[in-house]
């Protein structure tokens, strides 16, 4: 008899202590909840061993990761419905060891351990990334920005479209294009900074160089771009070559504390100080002050998290760092701005652009599955569905305001205290 779904719905929901929101397709072709919700498709009892061994976020990520998970039907849906059990508890949800202390949650949990087979612990998929340190040290950073980025300049291709920015883009018209919209967003930095012929620009953390052929094309400045990634510095030095801007712009594989050919007229830092880490942050944010003329700017663009009552409570999200950005942190917004001024600079405006993030979220989650089974050619069927997840997760990450993006210029202002912007200095909107 095939009773596996029933059987598992009803054991989540005691587990839970509330109705579980979606509809169970298990591997024995049994279903069982709400028939017009999105399916929670248990393609193996394996998926639940990873549960019990690792239960939370990071079991569910293996367990989809390795395809003993799947959703049938919309996956942001799926997500929504999920998101009060897994990312919208709050710091006052419960422990595992506190659950368990609920009789009815422990008869809950043996009546999984009945359903899922052999005692055995599966082995986490391959693309986890395994470590019991988080030290931004060079070589760790290099190791975790390679494990991102390194996967295959194709892969981005088909997720970031023509333009090759890996950031959030900028929609003054919601209905424009993504390359129009990320065209806004490097035209925008570009104005904040106040760029001009002439004029030297240090671009961190610069991706596929994007960034550095914008701002050399269309302001005519002089740009040096590092990135630890080496596929990403081969696909932008070809860029730079087509482009015919090899006399302006140089890309360089260099971590951001190696940089020693200062000044420079201003910096950009776009979606590049989410790798930094927290303990690192006022060195970060210092270097790049050195590294400044007297007067000169920085547009630093960065995800943000919620702030919590108790910031010793905050901990790196399994999924994400496993998966996804191995060492990665995300501070509040206030943190950031606080290390920026420690480090001696002065802040003169944020700018919180969370909507178009998960617009531009919206529109590479479409380009993966539009393309899917070549993504998974090329980088492997773990890969594209950790790239699906993450991206969809933080659509609605961004929409429920649980994380944010913003860009924040800060000047290097003078002792004479001219800072060179004007007294409205919102004048590139």
Same mark, same amino acid.
């Given at each position: 008899?095939?009773?596996?779904?029933?059987?598992?719905?009803? &054991?989540?929901?005691?587990?839970?202590?509330?109705?579980?929101?979606? %509809?169970?397709? !298990?591997?024995?072709?049994?279903?069982?909840?709400?028939?017009?919700?999105?399916?929670?498709?248990?393609?193996?009892? %394996?998926?639940?061993?990873? &549960?019990?061994?690792?239960?939370?976020?990071?079991?569910?990520?293996?367990?989809?990761?390795?395809?003993?998970?799947?959703?049938?039907?919309?996956?942001?849906?799926?997500?929504?419905?999920?998101?009060?059990?897994?990312?919208?508890?709050?710091?006052?949800?419960?422990?595992?060891?506190?659950?368990?202390?609920?009789?009815?949650?422990?008869?809950?949990?043996?009546?999984?351990?009945?359903?899922?087979? =052999?005692?055995?612990?599966?082995?986490?998929?391959?693309?986890?990334?395994?470590?019991?340190?988080?030290?931004?040290?060079?070589?760790?950073?290099?190791?975790?920005? /390679?494990?991102?980025?390194?996967?295959?300049?194709?892969?981005?291709?088909?997720?970031?479209?023509?333009?090759?920015?890996?950031?959030?883009?900028?929609?003054?018209?919601?209905?424009?294009?993504?390359?129009?919209?990320? *065209?806004?967003?490097?035209?925008?930095?570009?104005?904040?900074?106040? &760029?001009?012929?002439?004029?030297?620009?240090?671009?961190?953390?610069?991706?596929?160089?994007?960034?550095?052929?914008?701002?050399?094309?269309? *302001? $005519?400045?002089?740009?040096?771009?590092?990135?630890?990634?080496?596929?990403?510095?081969?696909?932008?030095?070809?860029?730079?070559?087509?482009?015919?801007?090899?006399?302006?712009?140089?890309?360089?594989?260099?971590?951001?504390?190696?940089?020693?050919?200062? =000044?420079?007229?201003?910096? /950009?830092?776009?979606?590049?100080?989410?790798?930094?880490?927290?303990?690192?942050?006022?060195?970060?944010?210092?270097?790049?002050?050195?590294?400044?003329?007297?007067?000169?700017?920085?547009?630093? *663009?960065?995800?943000?998290?919620?702030?919590?009552?108790?910031?010793?409570?905050?901990?790196?999200?399994?999924?994400?760092?496993?998966?996804?950005?191995?060492? $990665?942190?995300?501070?509040?917004?206030?943190?950031?701005?606080?290390?920026?001024?420690?480090?001696?600079?002065?802040?003169?405006?944020?700018?919180?652009?969370?909507?178009?993030?998960?617009?531009?979220?919206?529109?590479?989650?479409?380009? &993966?599955?539009?393309?899917?089974?070549? !993504?998974?050619?090329?980088?492997?069927?773990?890969?594209?569905?950790?790239?699906?997840?993450?991206?969809?997760?933080?659509?609605? !990450?961004?929409?429920?305001?649980?994380?944010?993006?913003?860009?924040?210029?800060?000047?290097?202002?003078?002792?004479?205290?001219?800072?060179?912007? =004007?007294?409205?200095?919102?004048?590139?909107?």
């Amino acid at each position: 008899m095939a009773d596996a779904a029933p059987r598992l719905h009803a &054991l989540v929901q005691q587990l839970l202590g509330a109705p579980f929101p979606l %509809r169970i397709r !298990a591997w024995d072709g049994s279903q069982a909840g709400p028939p017009d919700a999105p399916a929670l498709v248990v393609r193996h009892r %394996r998926a639940i061993r990873r &549960l019990l061994f690792k239960p939370g976020e990071l079991g569910l990520a293996r367990a989809w990761v390795a395809g003993d998970l799947d959703v049938e039907g919309d996956l942001y849906t799926a997500l929504d419905l999920l998101s009060g059990h897994i990312w919208d508890r709050g710091e006052n949800a419960r422990t595992l060891a506190e659950a368990l202390r609920d009789p009815d949650v422990r008869a809950a949990v043996r009546g999984l351990l009945r359903l899922a087979g =052999p005692p055995l612990p599966p082995a986490p998929p391959p693309e986890e990334v395994r470590r019991t340190t988080h030290l931004h040290t060079r070589r760790t950073d290099r190791r975790a920005i /390679s494990h991102h980025y390194d996967v295959g300049n194709d892969f981005y291709e088909i997720v970031l479209g023509p333009s090759m920015v890996y950031s959030c883009a900028y929609w003054p018209d919601p209905d424009a294009g993504l390359e129009e919209a990320q *065209h806004d967003k490097l035209e925008l930095v570009c104005r904040k900074l106040a &760029l001009a012929p002439g004029q030297r620009l240090l671009d961190v953390g610069c991706g596929w160089g994007s960034m550095a052929i914008h701002a050399a094309r269309e *302001h $005519g400045v002089g740009v040096v771009g590092i990135t630890l990634s080496q596929e990403q510095a081969a696909y932008a030095r070809k860029r730079v070559a087509d482009a015919g801007l090899t006399d302006r712009v140089e890309i360089r594989v260099q971590d951001y504390r190696d940089v020693t050919d200062g =000044p420079y007229d201003a910096i /950009s830092s776009i979606g590049m100080a989410e790798h930094v880490g927290a303990e690192t942050y006022l060195e970060y944010a210092g270097v790049l002050h050195a590294l400044l003329r007297p007067g000169g700017r920085l547009l630093n *663009h960065q995800i943000a998290r919620r702030p919590r009552r108790e910031e010793s409570s905050y901990e790196i999200d399994e999924f994400i760092d496993a998966y996804v950005f191995p060492d $990665g942190e995300l501070a509040p917004l206030g943190s950031t701005v606080t290390q920026l001024e420690r480090a001696g600079f002065e802040v003169r405006d944020v700018e919180s652009i969370r909507e178009h993030y998960a617009l531009t979220l919206r529109h590479w989650v479409a380009r &993966l599955e539009a393309d899917w089974h070549r !993504a998974v050619r090329l980088t492997g069927a773990g890969r594209a569905r950790v790239w699906r997840l993450y991206m969809a997760a933080s659509v609605l !990450a961004f929409e429920r305001h649980r994380i944010g993006v913003n860009q924040v210029l800060a000047v290097r202002t003078p002792p004479s205290g001219t800072s060179g912007l =004007p007294l409205r200095s919102r004048t590139w909107n």
